[in-house]
């Protein structure tokens, strides 16, 4: 069965910049900031939502891993992750101890969370 969200606690203070943050960051893979949540809560998606941030008490330690459409859009998310506040854990490149060829990037969000933006390669 495929997954349908993943979401994210972040805390209070940190929420604005980090909803900010993924709002420029995502629009890379084609992800779009959603209407319609309630305060405290935003999605992002392309047919609804699939990445979602909650505002609470404390922020999640969390992997993410994001399938992108091909290498461009690896390294354009490693490009605005870097340029929006994000540390980098790994410049994009062949991972081959995850696949011989798979084509990803790594970067600490700007609350801690440890995010990938992969693709196989031909």
């Not at 994210?8 to 709002?23: C, D, G, I, M, S």
């Not at 609804?48 to 461009?72: C, I, M, Q, R, Y």
Request: proline share 7%.
């Amino acid at each position: 069965m495929p997954i349908g969200h993943v979401l994210l606690h972040v805390a209070k203070a940190n929420f604005a910049p980090t909803v900010e943050f993924y709002t420029t960051v995502l629009k890379t893979l084609g992800l779009q900031k959603l209407p319609g949540f309630p305060e405290g809560m935003v999605g992002f998606g392309i047919n609804g939502p699939e990445f979602v941030l909650l505002a609470g008490e404390k922020t999640s330690n969390a992997h993410v891993a994001f399938a992108a459409a091909d290498v461009n859009a690896v390294d354009a998310i490693h490009t605005a992750a870097l340029a929006n506040g994000a540390k980098d854990n790994g410049a994009p490149g062949i991972r081959a101890g995850i696949h011989p060829k798979y084509y990803a990037t790594f970067f600490h969000d700007p609350v801690g969370n440890n995010i990938e933006a992969g693709t196989l390669t031909a």
